[in-house]
């Protein structure tokens, strides 16, 4: 909600820089999508070598009581 009244406001005050960012924010947003999967896919690989490295622990902790 409020970066659509900042859009707004950019609206009244300078209208070409508001109407170039109403087109533009869709082709950013797909040039930052392979960046985010990405992200994601490495993400997943730190977790999963966490789980890989505690591993160990987690085996020799045991079954907690209660």
């Known amino acids: 909600m409020a970066g659509f ?3 707004l406001l950019l609206l009244v005050v300078c209208w070409p820089l508001a109407l170039l960012a109403l087109v533009l ?3 950013v947003w797909l040039i930052l999508l392979p960046l985010r999967l990405v992200g994601i896919a490495v ?3 730190f977790e999963l070598l966490k789980a890989i490295i505690l591993l ?3 085996v020799l902790r045991g079954k907690p009581v209660g």
């Open 56 to 58: 160990p622990a987690r």
């Open 43 to 45: 993400g997943g690989v």
């Open 5 to 7: 009244l900042l859009w």
């Open 25 to 27: 924010y869709p082709l």
